[in-house]
């Protein structure tokens, strides 16, 4: 079994899907977890999980968009468990399929804002956490398989954005591989989530006829990844951005 005992984790969009379910993992392995997003009484509730669990976790109100916010965040996380260990920049946002010419301005500002400048930030003060208690760490950011090829029309901002956060992933990887800090990227495929239930306009079993594993993904699916690239088994694993996709990209 996988371990995280005495580690502690930052997760961003904590409070559903892909997030709780990562968080929880966390705290099964042994990490105490800062959850991190904008619902208060989502992200108490995946904090009841958490020491359901059996572990230890804080919920942290928000907005990664905001340098002030993600800043107060990782002192938050340092102040209450003394340490900041793993991170997982999960917080993202979809926006509308629409084609592009259909596409506005503020869209565009929102979706970069949670999806990039979101991940730079984090990305930013963990690190700078991480580099001052000089013993490494490891980071993992949401990607999406949209971010190596679209996989149908529509979404063209998410995608553009899901494939800067690969390029932010794997220079930051480069820059502090030296210092003992890994950085990853996850690309989740079709998975069973309300942001696939959105883009589907609630049609996602659709996507089962595209996938080679006949299945929709589950939470649990890029959860026990993300866990094993944040673990001592992925040690030499720097700079990767994993698809979990049941094979749609091999397609």
């Given at each position: 079994?996988t371990?995280?005992?005495?580690?502690?984790?930052?997760?961003?969009?904590g409070?559903?899907?892909i997030g709780?379910?990562?968080?929880?993992?966390?705290?099964c392995a042994?990490?105490?977890?800062?959850v991190v997003?904008r619902?208060?009484q989502?992200g108490?509730?995946?904090?009841?999980?958490?020491r359901e669990?059996?572990?230890d976790g804080?919920?942290v109100?928000?907005?990664?968009?905001?340098?002030?916010?993600?800043e107060?965040?990782?002192?938050?996380a340092?102040?209450?468990?003394?340490?900041?260990d793993?991170?997982?920049?999960?917080a993202?946002?979809l926006g509308q399929?629409?084609?592009l010419?259909e596409?506005?301005?503020?869209?565009?500002?929102r979706i970069f804002a949670?999806?990039?400048k979101?991940?730079f930030?984090?990305?930013?003060?963990?690190?700078s956490q991480m580099?001052?208690q000089d013993?490494?760490g490891?980071i993992v950011?949401t990607?999406?398989i949209?971010?190596?090829r679209?996989l149908?029309?529509?979404f063209s901002?998410?995608?553009a954005?899901?494939?800067a956060v690969?390029?932010?992933?794997?220079?930051?990887?480069?820059?502090y591989?030296?210092?003992?800090?890994?950085i990853n990227?996850?690309?989740?495929?079709p998975i069973e989530t309300d942001m696939?239930n959105?883009?589907?306009g609630?049609?996602?079993?659709?996507?089962e006829n595209f996938?080679p594993?006949g299945?929709?993904?589950?939470?649990?699916?890029?959860?026990?990844a993300v866990?094993?690239l944040?673990?001592?088994?992925?040690?030499?694993v720097?700079?990767?951005?994993?698809?979990v996709?049941?094979g749609v990209?091999?397609?």
């Open positions: 079994m371990t995280l005992e005495n580690k502690v984790a930052l997760v961003t969009g409070t559903s899907g709780r379910t990562t968080a929880i993992a966390f705290a042994g990490a105490k977890v800062v997003g619902r208060e989502e108490n509730e995946t904090v009841r999980l958490i669990a059996g572990s804080l919920f109100q928000a907005d990664v968009a905001k340098e002030a916010d993600v107060a965040t990782v002192a938050a340092v102040n209450k468990f003394g340490s900041l793993i991170a997982f920049n999960n993202g946002m399929n629409a084609s010419a596409q506005t301005e503020q869209a565009y500002d949670v999806n990039v979101g991940v930030l984090c990305m930013k003060y963990e690190i580099l001052a013993n490494g490891t950011n990607s999406s949209n971010g190596f679209p149908a029309p529509g901002i998410y995608n954005s899901k494939t690969i390029m932010l992933t794997k220079t930051a990887a480069l820059e591989a030296s210092q003992k800090i890994r990227a996850i690309a989740p495929g696939l959105q883009a589907t609630g049609n996602s079993k659709a996507f996938v594993a299945r929709l993904g589950k939470p649990d699916d890029i959860a026990n866990v094993w944040c673990s001592d088994s992925a040690d030499y720097n700079g990767h951005t994993l698809a996709d049941g990209l091999a397609a």
